[in-house]
Structure formats: C-alpha cells, structure tokens
C-alpha cells in the first residue's frame, strides 16, 4: 500500500474517529451496488478526472490497477472526457494517468 500523504496520516492521527467513518462510509458506498469491483475503480477515476482532483486520480488509477484495470482502459476513460470535459481537460487526465504508465 501507498505511503499516504503526510496530511492525510496527521488528519487520521488527530481525528481518528472521524477517519474510522470516513473509512466505513467508503466501504458501504463501495459495495453498494451491482456493479464489479473493476468497473466501481474505473468509475472512480473518471469522478476524479471529472473533478479535475490529481491526488484522487492518482490513488483511483492505483485501485483501479490494483482490481485489474488495464492501462489502455484507462485511458479509455480520458478519451471519453474529451466531449464531456473538454480536450485540456482529457490531456491532463492523460498525464496523470502517464505517471502511472509503470504500474
């Protein structure tokens, strides 16, 4: 697992319950429907590529990798942002989705 940014393990360490809900939350979202874990990842990344959030992006794509996502389906997803978000918008996701290119 990923070292979590120094933020985030300061936030954990002061507001621990707050980051236990935080944590069960994401669990009870994750598994609420019908959807396969593969498809949920990918949903995630293009809700993060959509929100334009790189930290997000990044930790979506590793779940996503994690769950056996393959890079071209990834990239599949900053294809379609291009007519939704713009062309900027999808080379950005592009990018980010490229720092991941070894994984």
Not at 29 to 52: D, F, I, W, Y
Not at 76 to 102: E, K
Request: charged letters at 25%; a negative charge; one cysteine or more.
């Amino acid at each position: 697992m990923p070292k979590l940014p120094e933020n985030i393990t300061d936030f954990k360490s002061q507001y621990e319950s707050v980051w236990s809900a935080f944590e069960k939350l994401a669990e009870e979202c994750h598994e609420s429907g019908p959807m396969e874990e593969k498809t949920r990842r990918l949903v995630k990344v293009a809700l993060a590529v959509g929100a334009g959030l790189e930290g997000a992006t990044h930790s979506a794509v590793r779940h996503a990798r994690e769950s056996g996502a393959s890079k071209e389906e990834l990239n599949q997803v900053a294809i379609l942002a291009i007519t939704t978000l713009g062309f900027p918008s999808a080379m950005r996701a592009l990018s980010w989705l490229d720092d991941h290119a070894g994984s």
